[in-house]
């Protein structure tokens, strides 16, 4: 590993500005570190060396020019697999579109092309974002880069585990139910789901339309307020795109590094620890709010009684718009095409051999599922039930932000499982998704970042949440957090890890 795989973003767009180092050889750089860790991490569908080395020296140009460029010119970034790039193959981890090359970028794509970073691929993830594991990616697994018996969470573990074994200082996910800050938790990373609509879903293949949200992955709170504010801000092509400007993330990422937080009340949410939590995860949770507390913030407990009910509602809700977004993979149009062995073709034998060959268990489970809820007789007893339930929820969040500027919780309750350790119960794997789910529910924002090593010497995530459209709040505390921590530990807690075994 090069140092310069080592490098935050910040630090290496630094070097990349002061023309100490070129794009073409972070890039390069890095699609060494893929090809020497690929083999045990698989954190990669689909690599694009040669179009991200284009970018690179396209950018190396126009520096030499003189040419003013946007700060993360040049900096190599990864994107998970469910969102559009036009030219490089989009498959949601689905063998229903394997091979499919969509003719267009999604918006936060054009804007990373725009601003110069050399995108090195596509990353893993559970099939159509649904897991908590990427276990139910068609294309095999994705490895800890921790431990590589474990799971790097889901459903974006490939955009996690990238960032975390130096094979990407940034990298975009989606956070659905938690798919960015979960594995941000168990792998060590920084992961930030930003307000809902505050950063445009044009591009991003649906899975559930009120609660999908594009964010960053990246290793420090300040390289996601600079990932955030490029592809973030109002987008014409989608509908629920907020047309206002961004809050000065990067402002307040900055300042939260001085630790100062006087003034700050940090709100402890009582319904997201206690019972059911790891007891590392526990301990972890409890050290930081101290530190919070010696940095001047003033914890106060809140209660959020409908948040035990989020979990019954998100799996009652995503479902049944997952059932309704999927319908239009039917092998008519685009991606696989199955036609029956025996008797006639019609449109409907065609959809069923497709959809029965092309989706895999955990996407037939959800969209059963949601087709049930949304059925005559049953909408208003389930699916009307559970947006009722998120109306509460939102109102528990409202009444928690009056006595807190921000709340918190530890991200996951658990660290990372072994791989297959749950893969056969679905319920067990839903609890994972427990604490980052109401957040999604009420579309306020959320960010994850390392907080330490349980006692099985695997990292914990700290997540702070905010109201909708503050997300400075976000990157003020978890910055101060992570300024903190690092002062204890000497350093990155990502330096902590064992070396990869590159060879397993």
């Known amino acids: 590993m090069t140092d310069l795989t080592r490098l935050s973003a910040a630090d290496l767009a630094d070097k990349l ?17 893929i090809a020497e860790v690929e083999p045990a991490v698989h954190a990669f569908l689909h690599v694009s060396g040669d179009e991200a080395l284009a970018t690179a020296r396209d950018i190396d140009a126009r520096r030499a020019a003189g040419e003013q460029l946007h700060t993360l010119a040049g900096v190599p970034i990864a994107v998970k697999d469910i969102i559009v ?104 990373t920084v992961g930030v789901k930003p307000t809902y609509g505050g950063v445009s879903r044009y591009g991003l293949i649906a899975l559930a339309s009120s609660l999908d949200q594009a964010g960053p992955v990246t290793r420090t709170v300040l390289d996601s307020a600079l990932l955030h504010e490029l592809i973030g801000g109002h987008d014409p092509r989608d509908s629920t795109s907020i047309d ?127 087709t049930y809820a949304l059925s005559a007789g049953y909408y208003d007893a389930y699916y009307g039930s559970a947006q009722k339930v998120r109306t509460l929820i939102q109102r528990d969040f409202a009444a928690a932000f009056e006595q807190a500027d921000v709340l918190v919780s530890p991200t996951a309750p658990t660290t990372a499982f072994k791989l297959g350790e749950k893969l056969d119960d679905p319920l067990a794997m839903y609890l994972n998704d427990v604490a980052t789910i109401p957040a999604n529910l009420a579309g306020v924002p959320g960010l994850s970042v390392p907080n330490g090593l349980s006692d099985d010497g695997l990292p914990v995530g700290f997540q702070v949440l905010a109201p909708a459209k503050a997300d400075d709040r976000l990157y003020r505390v978890g910055a101060a957090l992570e300024a903190l921590l690092e002062a204890q530990w000497g350093g990155p807690l990502l330096d902590r890890a064992p070396e990869l075994e590159v060879g397993k």
């Open 17 to 33: 500005a002061a023309r100490d180092v070129s794009s073409v050889e972070a890039t390069q750089a890095h699609l060494d570190r």
């Open 85 to 188: 790039t036009k030219g490089l193959p989009t498959t949601a981890g689905s063998k229903i579109l394997e091979g499919w090359v969509p003719p267009y970028d999604a918006t936060l794509v054009s804007r990373i092309k725009d601003a110069g970073l050399p995108i090195l691929g596509k990353t893993n993830m559970d099939e159509f974002a649904m897991g908590s594991s990427t276990e139910h990616s068609a294309f095999g697994n994705t490895h800890n880069p921790w431990d590589l018996d474990r799971i790097p969470g889901g459903s974006g573990g490939g955009s996690a585990a990238a960032v975390a074994a130096y094979e990407a200082p940034l990298a975009i996910g989606t956070d659905t139910g938690g798919s960015i800050r979960q594995p941000a938790a168990v792998t060590g």
């Open 244 to 370: 206002e400007p961004l809050p000065d993330l990067v402002a307040a990422a900055r300042l939260g590094r001085t630790g100062d937080l006087t003034g700050v009340r940090v709100g402890v949410v009582s319904e997201l620890t206690g019972e059911g939590y790891q007891a590392g995860v526990s301990a972890r949770f409890a050290e930081s709010l101290d530190l919070l507390r010696s940095a001047g913030a003033e914890i106060v407990e809140v209660s959020c009684p409908h948040f035990t009910y989020a979990l019954g509602a998100y799996y009652l809700i995503l479902p049944s718009e997952a059932s309704s977004n999927l319908a239009k993979f039917d092998g008519m149009r685009f991606g696989l095409r199955v036609e029956p062995d025996e008797g006639p073709i019609t449109a409907e034998r065609v959809m069923a051999a497709t959809r029965g060959a092309g989706f895999g268990d955990e996407v037939k489970r959800r969209i059963i599922l949601g």
